[in-house]
């Protein structure tokens, strides 16, 4: 079957992944239609439709079969009934490609260039997160964790960013480290990989092939807001899972705001989200602290860390949270040297809340002087 694909899916780089193959593919031009721009962000897929007077540019897929129809529905959500026939001019056979109802009227329309340029990268790592899971993860879960998927593709691209190397050695990963064998033990909302490695030893030889598993997370933003004209806090408490599975007798937690950085979201951009979200809270500027991982021996969980500088003066509490996540937070505004006793005596566990509030504490004294 000749596909006639538009948008995202014609960018060559982000296709091959997709289908698994460098396939052959021809320009094209349906006539009466038009590609419509992505409506979020570097996971949204474009929107062929019909439109009187416009030309949709595409590619055809000459050489396509059935497998790669069905690793398109895998990729897109789609069904094989969404490629419908067109008619290109160009050709005589039949031709098939994916055509929404949707009206193009008033709608942005796609600019390829643009795209490719500002999320075209990023877009084609969320595609390998998801067809690292074709013909093991069902397409059904991966609707529901799709946007997860995309954020954990982000979480790479984030980590490319350079970090300092003046005490720590600046060998890299990619010299300096040999991947022997890589899979996944599971790979649902979390990824359990198990893989074996060989790297280089302070001493200059290379290790033995060591075998190891590790834990496949997320990056996230954490705040912790500060009204420095009042010197009060707000830490938040929700039930966690962790302290559960430890079977704590007290699994609700202390903690900073924070939540998962979405795809192509600055972690800046989750910081202030995330204080609505669970505090219905709007920060004022947002000062860095630290950007350190959770635990580096087995995760790669990954912690970009603020001080929200807020209003509290009016905030008394209260509670928060998304039912769409199931989220039950309450938050507690409170003096910082209340905030830092209960650091002292055990009561704030997390470690994340009690290093930023560390941080705080050597950070005070100059903004209540600028406040």
Not at 33 to 48: F, K, S
Not at 147 to 175: G, I, K, N, Q
Not at 331 to 337: A, G, I, M, Q, R
Request: charged share 25%; net charge negative.
């Amino acid at each position: 079957m000749t596909m006639f694909l538009t948008g995202t899916l014609a960018y060559p780089p982000l296709l091959e992944i997709v289908l698994g193959r460098v396939p052959v593919l021809v320009p094209a031009e349906l006539p009466d239609h038009a590609v419509l721009a992505p409506a979020g962000g570097a996971d949204t897929l474009t929107r062929l439709c019909k439109a009187q007077g416009e030309s949709a540019a595409g590619v055809l897929v000459t050489d396509g079969g059935a497998q790669d129809l069905e690793r398109l529905c895998y990729f897109t959500g789609w069904s094989e009934s969404d490629f419908v026939p067109v008619d290109v001019p160009q050709v005589q056979e039949s031709v098939h490609a994916p055509v929404s109802e949707e009206s193009a009227e008033g709608q942005p329309r796609f600019d390829a260039e643009t795209w490719a340029h500002a999320q075209g990268a990023l877009a084609c790592e969320i595609a390998r997160e998801i067809m690292r899971g074709y013909g093991q993860r069902p397409a059904a879960m991966v609707r529901a964790i799709r946007p997860y998927l995309a954020a954990r593709a982000w979480s790479r691209a984030l980590a490319d960013r350079e970090t300092p190397c003046v005490l720590r050695s600046d060998r890299t990963r990619e010299t300096a480290v040999r991947i022997v064998s890589d899979s996944s033990a599971h790979d649902g909302f979390f990824r359990m990989r198990q893989f074996s490695l060989q790297h280089e030893r302070f001493d200059g030889a290379m290790s033995d092939v060591i075998q190891r598993e590790g834990f496949v997370a997320y990056d996230a933003a954490l705040v912790l807001p500060y009204d420095p004209e009042r010197d009060l806090v707000l830490l938040i408490e929700q039930m966690r899972y962790g302290p559960i599975l430890r079977e704590d007798r007290h699994p609700w937690i202390l903690e900073p705001v924070a939540g998962l950085v979405d795809a192509g979201e600055s972690p800046e951009d989750c910081a202030r989200r995330e204080a609505v979200e669970e505090a219905g809270l709007h920060l004022g500027s947002l000062e860095p602290m630290m950007r350190v991982y959770a635990s580096p021996g087995y995760t790669s969980e990954f912690f970009h860390c603020f001080l929200g500088l807020c209003d509290l003066g009016e905030h008394g509490g209260g509670l928060g949270g998304l039912d769409s996540e199931n989220e039950d937070i309450r938050s507690h505004v409170l003096p910082f040297e209340d905030a830092m006793a209960l650091v002292e005596s055990g009561e704030v566990n997390a470690g994340p809340l009690a290093m930023m509030l560390l941080w705080l504490a050597r950070q005070r004294e100059r903004l209540r002087a600028a406040a």
